[in-house]
């Protein structure tokens, strides 16, 4: 059975990733950018598509 469940925190976001939710959080400030693998990985967990994530990314979509 391939269910997966949508992230809905940071925190569960990272857990999936395998990365921490300081570098997730850095994403979404747009202090760093993703490599290409990440962004991969980022919009599959999401359910979008990469241009989707690096646009949100780009936008401070993220940002508080």
């Given at each position: 059975?391939?269910?997966?469940?949508?992230?809905?925190?940071?925190?569960?976001?990272?857990a999936?990733?395998?990365?921490?939710q300081?570098?997730?959080?850095?994403?979404?400030?747009?202090?760093?950018?993703?490599?290409?693998?990440?962004?991969?990985?980022?919009?599959?967990?999401?359910?979008?598509?990469?241009?989707?994530?690096?646009?949100?990314?780009?936008?401070?979509?993220?940002r508080?």
């Amino acid at each position: 059975d391939d269910a997966r469940v949508r992230p809905s925190t940071r925190e569960q976001l990272a857990a999936q990733l395998g990365t921490s939710q300081s570098y997730i959080a850095r994403l979404e400030a747009g202090v760093i950018d993703p490599q290409v693998s990440t962004l991969t990985r980022l919009a599959a967990a999401l359910e979008i598509q990469p241009a989707e994530v690096l646009e949100a990314i780009t936008s401070g979509a993220g940002r508080p």
